[in-house]
Each structure stands twice: as structure tokens, then as C-alpha cells.
């Protein structure tokens, strides 16, 4: 009969195992990359890098005052190839928030590979606090200012084309539905029968016979 002293030992042992599987499904273990496979990671570190902070320095732009794009009611200026050019359009078109995230996370788990950086961006996100700003803030990149509005990304009306109409005037003749010109015209008067020469009834032919 065992002791509780061993079964103590043999259930922490357990638990013991147990954590370590856990945390080989969970966590990264370096020591799966080859030497080679981490000199490539390196240089597609630089690349998501570059990328976040490419993005991240548009993204701040887009949100100061000197963009100089038109607001999306000055509609002489925003009009460009059948397309709206504005400072709304550029915020609902270029922010991506999802791609920005993305982004981040994968320059934590780079870190993580390369350097064992331990990433407390994906799963140890503050409330309210996006996991990119983590992530970003663990590998040395440059966060966003600020959260988006939702003012800040408004839709663009859609526009229709205005059909001018001319005015209905004394000068201007009414104009039918191709846009020509409507002829006004009076019924003119029914003629009375000419009684000097009166309609005859013609007369019945016969049939011909041998």
C-alpha cells in the first residue's frame, strides 16, 4: 500500500507532465528551427516590420489635419476618372485595423522564434486595447496615435447624376420624352360633306355567264 507522501509526488509528477505537453501544443520551442529556417524568418521580420510601420506612419497621417485631401463635400475638387478622391474616402479605403493587427502579431511571434521574446500581445491584451498596440509595442514598433473614429471613417454618399430639366416657359417649347420640341397642334374643324357631288353607291357586278 503506498504512502500519501508518494502519491502526492506521483500526482504532482502528473501535473508536472501534464503542463509540459500543454505548454509544447501552446508556446514555441526555438530549438524546431534550424539555423537556416531562422536566417529566412530574419529577413521576413524585416519585411513585416517595414510593412507595420509603413502602415502605421499612413494611418497616423491620414488622422492629422495635413493630409490636404478635399472633404468629401467639396465635390469639384474630390471628382477625378469616374472616381471620389477625399480625405474620407482615403480613411475608409487605405486604414485597414484587421491587416495592421495581423501585422503585429506576426512580428510577436517573429520575436518570439528569433529572439524569445515573449509576446503578450495576442493572448495578454489589456481590456479595451487592441492586440496589435501590444504586439507593436514588444517588437520596437511605432503604435497607432489613436483608435479610429467611427467618424473618422464615413462612407461616401452615393451620387447620382443630376438631370437638369429646361424651364417651362412662354420662350420654351414643351418637350417630349426624347427631349425634342412638342408641336402644339389645334384640331382643325371637321369639313362638311360636299353636297355637289355626293358619294354614289357603285353598282353590283353580275356574275358572267356563257
Not at 513585416?48 to 497616423?60: E, G, P, Q, S, V
Not at 469639384?76 to 503585429?104: C, P, V, Y
Not at 489589456?126 to 514598433?141: C, D, H, M, R, V
Not at 447620382?160 to 420662350?171: E, L, R, W, Y
Request: net charge neutral.
Amino acid at each position: 500500500m503506498s504512502s500519501p507522501t508518494a502519491e502526492r509526488q506521483a500526482t504532482d509528477s502528473g501535473v508536472s507532465e501534464a503542463n509540459r505537453i500543454h505548454r509544447r501544443h501552446t508556446e514555441i520551442n526555438r530549438e524546431d528551427f534550424s539555423r537556416p529556417e531562422v536566417d529566412k524568418l530574419r529577413e521576413t521580420r524585416e519585411h513585416f516590420r517595414a510593412a507595420f510601420t509603413a502602415m502605421a506612419d499612413l494611418y497616423n497621417h491620414l488622422e492629422s489635419d495635413q493630409t490636404g485631401l478635399p472633404d468629401v463635400r467639396d465635390s469639384s475638387k474630390t471628382r477625378h476618372a469616374g472616381h471620389t478622391f477625399s480625405l474620407q474616402d482615403a480613411r475608409r479605403e487605405m486604414i485597414n485595423e484587421w491587416m495592421t493587427a495581423a501585422l503585429g502579431r506576426y512580428c510577436g511571434f517573429l520575436d518570439a522564434v528569433i529572439d524569445g521574446v515573449k509576446d503578450e500581445g495576442v493572448g495578454g491584451a489589456k481590456e479595451n486595447e487592441p492586440a496589435s498596440a501590444t504586439s507593436a509595442a514588444s517588437s520596437g514598433l511605432p503604435p497607432l496615435k489613436k483608435r479610429l473614429s467611427h467618424t473618422s471613417l464615413v462612407s461616401t454618399p452615393n451620387r447620382k447624376p443630376q438631370v437638369t430639366t429646361p424651364t417651362q416657359g412662354a420662350d420654351v417649347p414643351p418637350l417630349d420624352l426624347c427631349g425634342t420640341p412638342k408641336e402644339t397642334r389645334q384640331s382643325s374643324p371637321a369639313k362638311a360633306p360636299n353636297l355637289d357631288f355626293p358619294l354614289q353607291t357603285p353598282p353590283r357586278m353580275q356574275p358572267f355567264s356563257l
